[in-house]
């Protein structure tokens, strides 16, 4: 298939990506399954793969999911070096009275620590895009991104990226990292669009936005009304209303990427075709208005 291809500081990549946690957590589904998922995206033209530190088990093997890309990646027939792989480190998994939790650390040594172990479990001498997974509370934001800079200044890391990010951190981050900053990756989907601002604030300044939760991830019933208007298009289009979430999400500017998530092969090879749909203005003003 073709794909649409677009920069992420200087990689080319898909615009559409493959989300890897759901792959490696709670209701993952087995090995065999997650590297058919991976590799099936591959061969349908996928080139942008992302994961975590933090995507395993809480309680589980630590950074199973990037072990598993770089076993996905090894067993792969394809040109690996067409591959842009990103990951993010700060989070960890841990149990609070027996509930799966996820916790940060934003501390500079650790974060230094964590990227380091990143770029051993992927297999590769220096990441190609290594994202602050989380402010920490706990640590001032500048502090934890000395941290992500020592990590680009020491070659662990090709670019730097950070996450969960609001438009003052993103400065914050520019101001100290320079150009070796290029994405930043927050949540975006039609039930949750507080993060409509650094979607403009990162066009301004030329950086990738990378949307996490594309099409909202677990949705309750009560948010369900909010897709509507995109199963509308949808049923004009004759493709499923995921396509069109991802299709307008792309089309906010060419600095958009998207990386839904996926326990199976089909939903990943139909969210791929999502960049071939051309939405009108008239439909795109109809779904932001929804």
């Not at 946690?21 to 998922?37: D, Y």
């Not at 991976?38 to 942008?48: E, F, K, W």
């Not at 070796?180 to 409509?196: F, G, R």
Request: hydrophobic share 40%; charged share 25%.
């Amino acid at each position: 298939m073709s794909a649409l291809m677009r920069n992420i500081g200087p990689y080319t990549t898909t615009a559409i990506g493959l989300g890897c946690m759901g792959l490696s957590i709670e209701k993952k589904p087995s090995r065999e399954v997650a590297l058919e998922v991976i590799h099936d995206a591959l061969n349908a033209g996928c080139r942008h793969l992302d994961t975590a530190w933090a995507y395993y088990m809480s309680g589980g093997e630590e950074q199973h999911n990037e072990k598993l890309i770089r076993e996905a990646l090894d067993t792969w027939d394809g040109p690996r070096d067409e591959v842009f792989v990103a990951t993010k480190a700060g989070h960890f998994r841990n149990f609070t009275d027996g509930v799966p939790t996820w916790d940060v650390n934003g501390a500079p040594e650790s974060l230094i620590n964590y990227g380091k172990q990143s770029a051993q479990a992927l297999g590769v001498d220096a990441i190609d895009l290594l994202y602050f997974h989380r402010p920490d509370p706990k640590v001032p934001y500048n502090e934890s991104i000395e941290g992500m800079k020592a990590l680009y200044d020491q070659g662990v890391a090709k670019k730097i990226g950070i996450s969960n990010a609001s438009v003052e951190q993103i400065d914050i981050a520019q101001s100290i990292l320079g150009d070796a900053l290029v994405a930043v990756q927050n949540q975006l989907s039609p039930i949750y669009k507080d993060s409509l601002d650094t979607v403009e604030h990162t066009k301004e300044l030329g950086l990738a936005f990378v949307v996490w939760s594309p099409l909202g991830g677990f949705r309750k019933p009560k948010d369900e009304s909010k897709y509507d208007v995109f199963k509308e298009v949808a049923a004009q289009h004759e493709v499923s209303y995921q396509q069109v979430v991802l299709a307008w999400e792309l089309a906010m500017g060419d600095h958009m990427f998207v990386i839904p998530g996926t326990h199976r092969s089909e939903t990943i090879l139909d969210s791929m075709k999502a960049d071939q749909l051309v939405l009108s203005a008239e439909e795109i003003d109809k779904l932001n208005r929804g």
